[in-house]
């Protein structure tokens, strides 16, 4: 798995810190049943204001989001970076700044530069500043695991969390140490975080990986909801009460903020598009997507609207403690990183909850091309592990299209480790099927169960064999039987298919376009009858055309 990078287009926000000028905009009552296809329900849901119960409302009251912000009138407006932009690194510091980068995998030179309670551009769109929350939102424990994370910019995500987050909904801050190895993240960061009374360092004795690291954090919070952030990234104005409104007016939801970005290279905070859904791909590669122009058109979508997402980045979201829980948490056989996300969207969406990005909620985050810390085993392994684990307990026969796109994979499913009890939690939970969560949360995902059916025809005579399925395990199906060799001289016959430990697949290049048999099924013997026991194997080559072989329709 590679890493989380936004390649959307991305905006230098304008210098000021100006906030938008105000448009007041009343959202219009939108229905938030689960979606059928990709309508409005699909991918947005009602904004704040349609939700309020009236009554309850009137009882309770709403002011608008609190634009508190300490650093709307910095210390040192002349200083690099302030109000987020760019800073070039001198010339006679380059050779300086190029060696410290892997500190990071970022310009370590300049973060060090730039003030740690730096001010930004505000970039919530317009009309974000007209919206109402609730007086009575619960308040949230912020828990931010590291691991060798750069002190300054450990320090700049601290500080834009106190310096923008209403300290009444503050219960804590707690900043989980992954066991890092770095002599200034001990007795420093302890002393330098003593003179915050909400922060608090808990250093973990050996190193957890950062799923079961959020999890150290998550036991001890206090607040009623938790709030995960990564330890590189910069609170926006405003940025808590719309993502703690949205957890108050559904418990079972998770809320994430727009993820915007602080420029790996100048340390410039850049706004990105709008309209975008966290998605994945096969097999289970996270992404975003934008919603196309005329979804937005046509539902007259607004800037403001709340975006419903099939799976989260996994970094920056909030959700109750108690439901956190109810869910079992993360599977804490998760290793280091990774996977994490997929696991906690599909168990969210499939055990009756909703996954939103909420675009009043703006989180500026560091995105590198690689991690800047060890990983104890194989990176790539861990990652693909943490997947398949993933893949197992969620995606029921979908499953197999997983492997289709990772296929080394198969032969590792050994090495996953015990899923009895992430199943039973899925059983106990009563979660709906992949199916259902293919059908109403991405019914946009290409997930065909085969990849080719219909009649196999050899190329070079045309002939058709039988009815086959080409599978994602490379079986050729024909219901419950497969095309296997047999005998000595190596002729085909039909056998029940078996389980997964199958040693029957078949090597199929298949391009709908151009669609070829490159190994297996070789020379016929009668070119007039049925694939099965005439056809018999032969050395693969790639010329011979009584090996090429086409099916009915490529998926
Ligand atoms: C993304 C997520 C990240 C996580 C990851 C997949 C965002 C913005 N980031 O990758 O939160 O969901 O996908 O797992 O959505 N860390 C530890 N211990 C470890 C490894 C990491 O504490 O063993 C910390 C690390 O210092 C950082 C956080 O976990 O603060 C996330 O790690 P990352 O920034 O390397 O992940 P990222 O942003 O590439
Ligand atoms: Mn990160």
Known sequence: GGNLTRSQELHQVPGNNGTSATHTTTSTAAQRTPGHGTSRAAVVAAGTAPELGGQEAAAIGTHRVLAMDVTLAPRDPQAPGQFGHPVAV???????????????????????????DRAIADTRPAGCLEQQVHNDLPTTTI???????????LLRSVHSVLSRSPPHLLQELILVDDFSTKDYLKEKLDAYMSQFPKVKVLHLRERHGLIRARLAGAQVARGT????????????????????????????RVACPVIEVISD?????????????????????????????????????????????????????????????????YDSGLDVWGGENMELSFKVWMCGGEIEIVPCSRVGHIFRNDNPYSFPKDRVRTVERNLARVAEVWLD?????????????????????????????????????????????????AAPLVKASGLLVNVATLHGAQHFNYTWLRLLRHGELCVVPMGAAG??????????ESDLAWRHSSMAARPELVSGIPTPHSPQSSLPGHWPLGACSATNRYQQWRFGSYH
């Not at 002729?491 to 997964?500: E, H, N, T």
């Open 90 to 116: 001198p010339d006679d510091k380059q050779e300086e700044a190029k060696s410290r980068w892997k500190e990071g995998n970022f310009n370590v030179f300049l973060s060090d530069l730039i003030p740690v």
């Open 143 to 153: 828990i931010m695991c590291f691991v060798d994370e750069v002190w300054s910019t």
């Open 265 to 329: 290279k100048d340390m410039s905070y850049m706004t990105v598009d709008n309209f975008q859904r966290g998605i994945f791909t096969w097999p289970m590669n996270f992404g975003w997507k934008q919603i196309p122009q005329e979804v937005i058109e046509k539902n007259k979508l607004k800037e403001t609207d709340i975006i419903r997402c099939p799976v989260m980045a996994g970094g920056l979201f909030s959700i109750e403690k108690k439901y956190f829980f109810e869910l079992g948490t």
């Open 491 to 500: 002729a085909l016959g039909l056998r029940p298919c078996g389980g997964w």
């Open 225 to 252: 909801v938790l709030t995960f952030l990564d330890s590189h990234v910069e609170c926006n104005v405003g940025w808590l009460e719309p993502l703690l409104e949205r957890v108050r007016l559904r418990r079972a």
């Open 397 to 445: 026969d979908y499953k197999e299209l997983f492997y289709g796109h990772a296929y080394h994979l198969l032969q590792r499913r050994a090495e996953l480790g015990d899923l009895s009890q992430q199943k039973e939690l899925r059983e106990r939970l009563q979660c709906r099927s992949f199916r259902w969560y293919l059908e109403n949360v991405y019914p946009d995902l």
